[in-house]
């Protein structure tokens, strides 16, 4: 089984920054991409920002240009740098892992984690 497990969550001031952590472990052969998605009260879960294996990222509109996601690939980790943070960036965040668990197996799985509160108010 694959644990994703979020850290760096809190409650931060209007133009504040956050950096966000999500470490994998567990059944691991091979990770082929690793994301960041947020839900706030009443709305939708939606993507934040999700980057692959080679390297190429991509952001929700919202997002860019404030937000940096970056991996370290020989910790299965996934990081988040939120700067100049807005009070609609309020949401739990989840992180998002795209697996492959086993050499023994093609398939790949999608995990999430449990989510860590980011809160930005004055």
């Known amino acids: 089984q694959v644990q994703l497990v979020e850290s760096g969550g809190g409650l931060v001031q209007p133009g504040g920054s956050l950096r966000l952590s999500c470490a994998a472990s567990?059944?691991?052969?091979?990770?082929?991409?690793m994301g960041w998605y947020r839900q706030a009260p009443g709305n939708q879960r939606e993507l934040v920002a999700t980057?692959?294996?080679?390297?190429?990222?991509n952001y929700a509109d919202s997002v860019k240009g404030r937000f940096t996601i970056s991996r370290d690939n020989a910790k299965n980790t996934v990081y988040l740098q939120m700067n100049s943070l807005k009070p609609e960036d309020t949401a739990v965040y989840y992180c998002?892992?795209?697996?492959?668990?086993?050499?023994?197996?093609?398939?790949?799985?999608?995990?999430w984690g449990q989510g860590t509160q980011v809160t930005v108010s004055s």
């Open positions: 980057i692959t294996n080679i390297g190429s990222t």
């Open positions: 998002n892992a795209d697996i492959r668990p086993s050499i023994a197996t093609i398939k790949r799985n999608n995990y």
């Open positions: 567990g059944s691991i052969f091979s990770i082929y991409a």
